[in-house]
């Protein structure tokens, strides 16, 4: 008997992870039914993306946006609505199975919750949720019915890795990272470096901000922070390796010293497909992994002299409360004015720790605490900006 299509939310709609997944989508049509569509601010994709989809729902976070999507989207009967509090509300409707959060940064966390609470499955491509707020996230799951797929290439190549082995046999993760455009840069290269050079990045296609936060290595710290929070392993068994082909999307090692390893194109439609299929197997939407590329994988220790922000995993992790927290809303912050061309690329980092330095410390904080902290961090953030 054929199962009815999975009903798929896509939060970050016209995003990079987005925009793939929707690849995905249209190649399984069998499988999937696109029926939310939600996204920031590009209201014009938006507008295509629902007119070939025809989801139930197109949310736009910008609400002056709004009259543009409901004049183009009513016609259709397809609902419209804006906003954040719209965003979140949309999360829990009843024709929604699997979520995917593929928005980037702080805005994923709350429809996330409310999603967990409506006991929908979550396949997880925004890392700041865990980031911020994994004691909280994990509590939501143990009092829901709703499971996590990651997205993220090395936490599903770690996943992939797990399937059918006994946690208690986990003797360490390790998270693989390209190291980026400046992986043989100097420390003064690094620092100095411009946001076009930036985000030229050797072997993935993302969005700006993921991609300076490659560049800067603070994306491999919250990795580290989200793999903590997903697999339960604690930070001192979770190991980052510079690995420069970007072909074993990460490894772990076991008891017995065996090492299980998921290698592939970097494709960010292998990991999108495995998490809304929730695990299955299905025919490729990429190209094949072919021996010729396995010809020469090497693999380096990271250098956190020239990269600071690699450090960041083992700040927050061992301050623990709302310290990640203060680190993701300072780095969203900083990462901004780089873009624009505020600050050089060096001060990201030192932005990050002055940050923490200055916040209120919150040893357990609840939901609410975590939204004033990252109010709270923004505008200490800001200020330093503003004051350099």
């Not at 409310?114 to 996230?137: M, S």
């Not at 296609?205 to 604690?234: C, H, Q, Y």
């Not at 922000?309 to 809303?329: H, K, P, V």
């Not at 902290?373 to 330093?384: F, G, V």
Request: hydrophobic residues 45%.
């Amino acid at each position: 008997m054929n199962q009815s299509p999975q009903r798929i939310a896509i939060l970050g709609s016209t995003g990079s992870i987005g925009t793939q997944a929707l690849d995905v989508v249209s190649r399984y049509p069998e499988r999937f039914n696109v029926t939310l569509l939600v996204a920031g601010s590009r209201v014009d994709t938006l507008i295509q993306q629902a007119i070939r989809f025809r989801p139930s729902m197109a949310v736009i976070a910008d609400e002056s946006k709004l009259w543009k999507l409901r004049d183009a989207l009513a016609p259709l009967g397809i609902e419209t609505t804006a906003g954040a509090t719209a965003v979140a509300d949309a999360v829990t409707r009843p024709d929604i199975d699997t979520l995917l959060t593929a928005t980037v940064g702080y805005s994923g966390l709350a429809p996330t919750l409310r999603a967990i609470a409506a006991n929908k499955d979550i396949a997880l491509a925004n890392k700041e949720t865990l980031v911020v707020a994994g004691a909280i996230v994990k509590e939501a799951l143990a009092a829901s019915s709703s499971k996590i797929i990651p997205v993220d290439s090395e936490h599903s190549a770690i996943y992939q890795s797990l399937v059918g082995e006994d946690p208690a046999s986990v003797e360490r993760l390790i998270i693989t990272a390209s190291g980026g455009p400046f992986r043989k840069a100097s420390k003064a290269e690094i620092d100095n470096a411009t946001a076009e050079q930036a985000l030229r990045h050797p072997n993935w296609s993302m969005g700006a901000k993921i991609t300076v936060d490659s560049a800067t290595m603070v994306n491999k710290a919250f990795e580290i922070i989200e793999a903590r929070w997903l697999f339960d392993v604690p930070f001192e068994k979770i190991t980052p390796l510079v690995h420069p082909q970007s072909i074993v999307h990460s490894m772990v090692e076991f008891t017995d010293g065996a090492i299980k390893a998921q290698l592939g194109t970097p494709d960010m439609r292998l990991p999108i497909q495995y998490a809304l299929g929730h695990a299955t197997r299905m025919p490729q939407a990429a190209s094949s992994l072919t021996l010729g590329l396995l010809a020469n994988l090497t693999f380096e220790r990271p250098d956190t002299d020239r990269f600071p922000g690699l450090l960041l995993a083992e700040t927050a992790l061992t301050r623990g409360g709302n310290a990640a927290c203060i680190i993701n809303a300072a780095n969203e912050i900083a990462v901004a004015s780089f873009l624009r061309g505020d600050i050089r690329m060096g001060r990201i980092v030192d932005i990050i720790n002055e940050t923490l330095a200055r916040a209120s410390f919150v040893d357990n904080p609840s939901y609410e605490q975590l939204v004033a902290t990252n109010t709270e961090a923004r505008a200490i953030a800001q200020s330093l900006i503003s004051n350099c």
